[in-house]
Nanobody, 113 residues
Framework: AQFVESGGGLVQPGGSLRLSCAASGFTFSRYTMRWYRQAPGKERVMVAGISSVGGSTDYADSVKGRFTISRDNAKNTVYLQMSSLKPEDTAVYYC???????WGRGTQVTVSS
């Protein structure tokens, strides 16, 4: 499996960003996909997940109502739309699937004025 995350950047509090993750090396449409984040000095934690065909999603309490996960199985890509961003959302964001220990480089999201 391989994951390439993109779309991060510097944004002001209250702003929005859309992250993308292009996956390869496995049958994307068969797997649940998840977004994780790792803030400086903290462990990596899951923030959102989506079922293989997109019919079911779940979110960490800290991002519920602000983040939306989606996927395009034709493009082997999973997305994370982030809005109402807060400084505490600052982290490196990664995508992955259950059972994979391979991680991409992630994409840095910095929320600061």
């Amino acid at each position: 499996a391989q994951f390439v995350e993109s779309g991060g950047g510097l944004v002001q509090p209250g702003g929005s960003l859309r992250l993308s993750c292009a996956a390869s090396g496995f049958t994307f449409s068969r797997y649940t996909m998840r977004w994780y984040r790792q803030a400086p000095g903290k462990e990596r934690v899951m923030v959102a997940g989506i079922s293989s065909v997109g019919g079911s999603t779940d979110y960490a309490d800290s991002v519920k109502g602000r983040f939306t996960i989606s996927r395009d199985n034709a493009k082997n890509t999973v997305y994370l739309q982030m809005s109402s961003l807060k400084p505490e959302d600052t982290a490196v964001y990664y995508c992955n699937r259950p059972g994979s220990t391979i991680w991409g480089r992630g994409t840095q999201v910095t929320v600061s004025s």
